[in-house]
């Protein structure tokens, strides 16, 4: 686990890895999470993810990870808090290789406090799953949530 990223499995993890994502407009340290989980399906790619808070860096981090998954050849479910409060910018930017939760079923995932900066109910969590090896049946957005963020399930099947 780091900053608040982890991935929990049934089945054995082969191999994880945090990557840090380049600074864009904020000097923190964003990222994502790399797992390789042994299924008896295969091995699948899961990655968590922790976007920068900023419409610039979001894209520019989302554009960063995606590259990342086509230089590794992987087919991944990504999924995590991508900052995007501009749901179109993810859909326009994975439209043509993932599928994206918030089409299936939309949903608010952010309920702002007096502290966020945000101060709508709006859209920033997601799962997106490749469309090669993926397919996203069901969506649920979970209330009630004890964090800011409400969890976000899928049911996905391997094709």
Known sequence: MYYGLGILSKFKIKHSEMVILPDVT?????GF????????KGDL??????????????????IFLLDWCKKRNI??????????KQTEILISQ????????????PYISFMPTEFSNNKEPITLDYIIA?????EIQEVTCIKDSPSDHNPISAKIIVR
Not at 94 to 105: G, Q, R
Not at 130 to 134: P, Y
């Open 26 to 30: 904020r000097d923190k340290d964003f």
């Open 33 to 40: 999470l790399h797992a390789i989980i042994e299924t008896p």
């Open 45 to 62: 790619d899961l990655i968590n993810v922790h976007l920068e808070n900023s419409d610039e860096g979001s894209k520019a981090h989302l």
């Open 75 to 84: 087919c991944p479910i990504i999924a995590g808090d991508f900052n995007m």
């Open 94 to 105: 994975t439209k043509k290789d993932f599928l994206v939760s918030y089409k299936i079923k």
């Open 130 to 134: 490749d469309k090669k090896k993926f």
